[in-house]
Every structure is written in C-alpha cells, then in structure tokens.
C-alpha cells in the first residue's frame, strides 16, 4: 500500500531551527509537496521537490531524496506564527497526492 | 488574487438529511477534489472531477456522492447524513494533472457536524 509518514507533533524555540521529516512508500512518485495549515484554516502551499536536493525560500528550505524515500521541511529563525499543521504529500504515479497525517509544530517563546 | 470559496464555513446538521456542500473556484482549474480531515489522519479523498460531467471515486466514497456541471463548482452530496460523517470537509482545486507542479488551492473548509 501507499504509506506516507512524518512525525505527529514537535516543539520549538522561536528563534532557533526545525526539521520535519517524512518518509514515504508510494506507487510511482511525480514529486512532493509540503502544505502549511494553520489551527481551523486551510492548508496553503510551501514547497514543490521533483528533483534531489535542496530547494531554498526564504526561511524555508525543503529536501528529497527519491532513493531514500525521503524529505524534509527545514524552518529557520523560528517566529510564533510558524506554530501549524505541515502537511507532506506525494504525488503518485496516477497523478494523485497522498497525504500525510500532518506535524503539529509548537512554538515555545 | 486566486480563489477556492466554500458555500459553508460551518454546518450543523441532523441525521438522515440529504447535505449539499457547494465550492467554486475562480482560476479555470480542470481538477476538483473533494477532501476530509480528521484528527490524527491525513486529507482522505472523498470523490474527484478531471472535467465537466466527469467524476472519480477517491478512498472514502461511501455516503458520498458529487456533482459537477460547470467547470466552475463542484458538489459534494451527503445522500443520508450519519454521525461518522462529521468531520472538516476541503475542496480543492489544481491544473491539468499532467501538469507537474500542480499545485492544490483549497477552500477554507466546511466543519460539519452531523447529530
């Protein structure tokens, strides 16, 4: 089956550096996404990756590696509004996204 | 400034009722999709539309069903509303699919609670 994984919570300092990984098993790959959703809003999008590497924006970077399954949403100089829901999805090779459960992020002042 | 606009931000309805959940999206956008969140468990895909007229089931179908006559708007139909279909719905809605990069713009969300 298609599996998609990423951790369910972590907590932050503001100010300082987060990771969230996610790791996934799909049925072809045409690219990963990372979606921001604030408490009781919509999921806005972040990040695009189809090749390996890193992509770089602003605070944000986002990292895959297709042979490892693997990516990860990189925040730097952590701010109170950065506490959400990031969501990981992989397009599949039907074209359809599947979705992770999602990373709550705290950010601890 | 791109837009995906829910009928409803929130709803309460009682078991049985026939619900209709409406979304429009102003960017002529070929696919819709018909999502439900959950706590603990990702966006599951309910039903989802490449084209006018054209409809695919998802994961989750059962309950549901959609409609799409314009391009524009994409229905979602609750044809007897039980309690596990409460949940936060999401419609969505992307460009072509064989367009890499398809980005999904989503509307703000239905919380409907069934009782």
């Known amino acids: 089956g298609q599996n998609i994984d990423q951790p369910t919570e972590m907590t932050a300092t503001e100010g300082a550096i987060v990771q969230i990984n996610c790791t996934y098993q799909t049925s072809g790959f045409n690219g990963l996404f990372w979606y921001q959703q604030h408490a009781g809003e919509a999921p806005t999008f972040l990040s695009y990756?189809?090749l390996d590497g890193l992509e770089e924006k602003g605070r944000f970077s986002s990292f895959l590696s297709r042979s490892k399954g693997y990516s990860y949403l990189l925040l730097k100089e952590l701010q109170m509004k950065d506490s959400a829901s990031y969501l990981c999805a992989v397009m599949d090779s039907n074209y359809q996204l599947i979705w992770g459960a999602g990373t709550k992020l705290i950010i601890k002042p | 400034d791109v837009k995906v606009t829910q009928s409803s931000r929130y709803l309460v309805k009682r078991t049985g009722e026939k619900v209709f959940l409406e979304c429009v999206q102003d960017m002529d956008h070929e696919n819709m999709f018909w999502y439900r969140q959950d706590p603990g468990l990702g966006l599951r895909l309910i039903y989802f539309?490449?084209?006018?007229?054209?409809?695919e089931k998802g994961d989750i179908p059962e309950g549901y069903s959609v409609s799409r006559e314009k391009k524009e708007r994409f229905s979602l139909i609750l044809e007897s509303a039980s309690t596990n279909q409460t949940s936060m719905y999401l419609c969505a809605s992307s460009r072509s699919s064989h367009d890499l990069n398809t980005e999904a713009f989503f509307g703000q969300g239905t919380r409907l609670t069934v009782v």
């Open positions: 990756n189809v």
């Open positions: 539309s490449y084209d006018v007229k054209m409809k």
